[in-house]
């Protein structure tokens, strides 16, 4: 008797640990940038393609080792798939072995905000496109030095805009 009382007490303090932690998420994103309205919703269901818009509006990620850029070796820039602004440069871009494109510095960080994200019962720092708000990563510390930054992003959030090669 003791233990299923001990029981019902654990699972119901942990539902109310994760719903806590998920309004805690939204009140700290609605915080640092705009909550998107219905309108913008629909707007930027019309401007991406229905994988950006699960990472970068609904706030998801994308499998490991099966997307686009966690492999990629080409150069260029790394712009938001939402806007085109320029975010990461392929030159701070490196292999942290998780399975999502990694970069040791933004490019630009006026361009991105860091925001507290406590969703799941987790404390993170997520990256989000300064100028809309939208979802692109989060920010851990555990990279290469000299920053000791990796920067963990979904590739359904960027586009890689390739360097041309110079023609001798």
């Known amino acids: 008797m003791k233990f299923e009382r001990a029981f019902i007490v654990v699972i119901s303090s942990g539902i109310f640990f994760f719903?806590?932690?998920?309004?805690?998420?939204?009140?700290?994103?609605?915080?640092?940038?705009?909550?998107?309205?219905?309108?913008?919703?629909?707007?930027?269901?019309?401007?991406?393609?229905?994988?950006?818009?699960?990472?970068?509006?609904?706030?998801?990620?994308?499998?490991?080792?099966?997307?686009?850029?966690?492999?990629?070796?080409?150069?260029?820039?790394?712009?938001s798939a939402a806007t085109g602004e320029p975010l990461f440069s392929s030159d701070s871009k490196f292999d942290s072995h998780t399975g999502w494109p990694s970069f040791s510095q933004a490019l630009d960080k006026t361009k991105i905000e860091i925001v507290e994200d406590n969703s799941f019962g987790e404390l993170r720092q997520e990256v989000v496109e300064k100028k809309t708000g939208l979802h692109l990563g989060h920010l851990f510390l555990d990279g290469p030095e000299p920053t000791g930054l990796r920067y963990c992003m979904n590739s359904g959030a960027l586009k890689l805009v390739k360097v041309s090669k110079k023609v001798k």
């Open 19 to 79: 719903s806590q932690a998920e309004a805690q998420h939204k009140t700290i994103n609605e915080k640092y940038s705009s909550p998107l309205t219905a309108k913008m919703k629909t707007e930027w269901r019309k401007k991406l393609n229905a994988n950006a818009y699960q990472i970068m509006v609904d706030k998801g990620t994308e499998q490991p080792y099966q997307n686009q850029y966690w492999n990629n070796h080409d150069k260029g820039i790394y712009v």
